[in-house]
């Protein structure tokens, strides 16, 4: 799952958000117009929508109305329009958070990872299943063939993080940066410990592992079983 679904004409501006967020271990997609942006999501889930106003053909409001007769995704408007009258709308066609231009980086960071939080708080509440696992999220505890699983804070959102990109290669540096954070002073190596526990944990054959699979050279991929 991609984290962030930017949707921005202005390709310098959009440049700009992209590298810092990807600074700040998100992952981005960028659609230039709201139509390309509703196309593209057709075919992949987002955690969280940045959706500029003065777009090209339909406009911002328009997106915001189409999205929300099919999706609950959390929108943040980033705009130069700041009139009451533009938020308010942006408001009522289910925008969640409405930020002006220019965009201050790390208020956009706070802000969100403020929208994930109470998102995946809202949506935390029913029990996951993957094939034999069963994760309860709001409960922190995992059950594996209906037994219960040990697992650690680390080993528990890396198990979270993987079952909700079912056969997603996610790469290593997105994973460490999710997990422990990008400022972190633990070690890369440190994934790599976490990832081999979870396997003798979740694994018939942690030696030849069907759910957790390693892509070479890039990252690790979640497969149901």
Known sequence: MIDILLIEDHVELANLIDAFLKK?????WHAADAESALDWLKDHDVQIILLDITLPNMDGFGFCKA???????PIM???????????????ELGA????????DPDLLTAKINALLF??????????????????????????????????????????LLFVRNPGKTL??????N?????????????????????????EEN????????????VGYRYEEV
């Open 24 to 28: 700040k271990g998100f992952s981005l």
């Open 77 to 91: 408007i980033l705009s130069a329009r700041c009139d009451k009258g533009d938020k308010l709308l942006g408001y």
């Open 178 to 202: 999710q997990i422990w954070g990008a400022d972190s002073d633990s070690e890369n190596q440190t994934l790599t410990v976490h990832i081999k526990m979870l396997r003798s944990k979740i």
């Open 96 to 103: 969640d958070d409405y930020m002006e231009k220019p965009i």
């Open 118 to 159: 109470r998102f995946n708080t809202k949506h935390s509440g029913k029990p996951i299943h993957s094939g034999a696992l069963c994760i309860d999220s709001a409960a922190h505890k995992v059950s594996f063939h209906q037994q219960p699983l040990e697992l650690n804070v680390k080993e528990f959102e890396l198990l």
């Open 67 to 73: 999205l929300r007769s099919t999706s609950d995704v």
């Open 171 to 176: 790469h290593k540096e997105y994973l460490f």
């Open 206 to 217: 942690p030696r030849q592992p069907q759910r957790i699979r390693t892509v070479w050279g």
